[in-house]
């Protein structure tokens, strides 16, 4: 347990030293939150959808998440490179806390930077249906963290270089943000844009974000709950395995 | 405390270390040395359990680490040849972050770091970012944190790589200091003959995966017939440059793990 905690707390700290990079991670939502969100705000109304500002918010906030979630996984090439991670690997402690810590403080500090990026989507103008209904969000919030929380350890313990950082963003986390429904409707979609949703473990955790917050659903609740959770348990045990599997 | 038997390993086709056997007594410091490419961190490595043996035995305090790995960890400390420290936390989290790492209960775990970073002169940086630090100063952290959980045996791996004279011999007079207080048995791979022969108690020579003497340092002078530990090491490996030859057999190792995979 006290492995677990360290390295938990480990990640925190450093989220709070990095001044600069709390600011850079919250600029890319705010930029989307306010070019679009008013940008395409006139045309959505038209078309009689209401506010698109009301819509988008809780795709900026999964997406800050996914970003943030995904990234601190990543970091683990820092550690690489650094010999950080050669110190806990030769630790009388198994891998798997090493691992759960590790995830558990990314995913942490993912939701941190998401209830940042939420508030500053109230500042814009954006309006919960209920209050009551946070304690909710705030769960679709966790699944999401954990879930890209430990698809990052995944990549961390798998790709070596910087090359393969660049790859998994423009491939992978790019995609997964664009393709679930974070910025546009999903119903009366094509067939192909609508199995790449349903494959996107991320448009159940943006729909049970915006169904929380503006009772709007495209799945069910309780759908978004189990796919996040199957998800969540299969990236863990994804992750835990590739981490075994380091060599130093 | 060390006791190590016919022990290879080898990364496809090549053999980089080659039926090695030797022992190391309690308290003993103990200092491998080699050219480029000898096998010697391959050797650590096998020993601190990053790298399984292909075939031989080794015992570590009387257990074999490939079998008790978390037991023999707890065991042992080690300094790698390339740094391992958080940069970005404080001298005192680095510390300990590894005592909770080593399950070194709270209060000895307060007690020990107070100690240890005094004595290695880095009481006054102790809320200092390790990123701020001179290499020397990092060298004596990581020696530090190494014997937070007062391991039985220290590792240290080239330890002295890139430190000036000063930074040196301050580390070696503290290695030597926590040797004979707290019985740490130490084992270290270095370059320097005249560090080997001023700290350790006795050296074995390895070149081209194998031990081809070992000794004191006045027996290794006997036996070569020579007046100069440096001398010696000479003798007994030949003066070609191991640079290039090195560099290719590290490219060999690395095919040889990449293409495993």
Redesign the interface.
């Known amino acids: 347990m006290?492995?677990i905690?360290?390295?938990w707390l480990?990640e925190l700290?450093?989220y709070v030293?990095?001044r600069v990079q709390v600011v850079a991670s919250l600029a890319q939502p705010c930029l989307y939150l306010f070019a679009f969100g008013f940008g395409f705000g006139a045309v959505f109304r038209q078309a009689g959808r209401g506010s698109y500002l009301q819509f988008m918010a809780p795709g900026v906030v999964a997406m800050t998440v996914l970003f943030s979630a995904v990234f601190s996984g990543i970091a683990m090439l820092w550690?690489r490179q650094?010999?950080?991670?050669?110190?806990?690997?030769?630790?009388?402690?198994?891998r798997l806390q090493i691992m759960i810590g590790r995830t558990l403080g990314g995913a942490t500090v993912a939701i941190i930077q998401g209830t940042i990026v939420l508030c500053v989507c109230l500042l814009a103008g954006f309006r919960p249906q209920s209050w009551l209904a946070l304690p909710g969000a705030f769960l679709f919030l966790f699944l999401i963290a954990l879930v890209f929380a430990a698809l990052g350890t995944a990549l961390g313990s798998a790709i070596k270089d910087m090359q393969g950082f660049q790859i998994v963003m423009n491939f992978l986390v790019m995609p997964i943000y664009f393709l679930s429904g974070a910025l546009f409707p999903l119903d009366n979609q094509k067939i192909g844009m609508r199995i790449a949703n349903q494959i996107d473990p991320l448009s159940y955790g943006v729909d049970g974000l915006r169904g929380m917050l503006t009772n709007v659903w495209h799945f069910t609740p309780s759908t978004n709950l189990m796919v996040l959770t199957v998800v969540a348990g299969a990236f863990l045990l994804l992750g835990a395995y590739l981490f075994s599997k380091i060599?130093? | 405390m060390i006791s190590v038997r016919n022990l290879v390993r080898r990364f496809g086709d090549f053999t980089a270390v080659k039926e090695i056997s030797f022992d190391v007594a309690q308290g003993e410091i103990f200092a491998f040395l080699g050219p480029n490419g000898a096998g010697k961190s391959t050797t650590i490595?096998m020993l601190?359990?990053?790298l399984r043996p292909t075939s031989g035995a080794i015992q570590l305090d009387g257990m074999d680490p490939n079998v008790h790995?978390?037991?023999a960890?707890?065991r042992f400390g080690?300094v790698?040849q390339?740094?391992?420290?958080?940069?970005?936390?404080t001298a005192w989290?680095n510390m300990?972050?590894?005592g909770?790492?080593?399950?070194v209960p709270r209060k000895v775990r307060a007690t020990r770091i107070v100690f240890l970073l005094k004595t290695f002169e880095l009481w006054d940086r102790k809320d200092s970012l390790v990123k701020t630090f001179s290499g020397g100063m990092k060298r004596r952290l990581e020696i530090a944190r190494g014997l937070l959980h007062t391991p039985k045996i220290l590792f240290l791996d080239e330890p002295t790589l890139g430190l000036d004279p000063q930074s040196r011999n301050q580390l070696w007079t503290h290695v030597k200091a926590l040797n004979e207080t707290e019985k740490t048995t130490v084992f270290l791979t270095t370059h320097y003959m005249d560090e080997a022969e001023k700290v350790a108690h006795r050296i074995a020579i390895m070149d081209h995966g194998a031990i081809v003497a070992q000794g004191t340092a006045a027996e290794l002078k006997q036996q070569t017939s020579t007046d100069s530990l440096e001398a010696a090491f000479l003798a007994l490996t030949g003066s070609s440059l191991r640079n290039e030859s090195a560099d290719a057999k590290a490219g060999l190792r690395q095919m040889a793990?990449m293409w495993r995979r």
């Open positions: 006290g492995a905690y360290i390295l480990r700290k450093r030293r990095s550690d650094f010999g950080f991670l050669k110190e806990t690997l030769v630790a009388p402690v198994s060599e130093v | 490595k601190t359990t990053l790995q978390k037991e960890r707890q080690i790698f390339d740094p391992s420290l958080d940069q970005e936390q989290e300990e972050l590894h909770v790492l080593y399950h793990q």
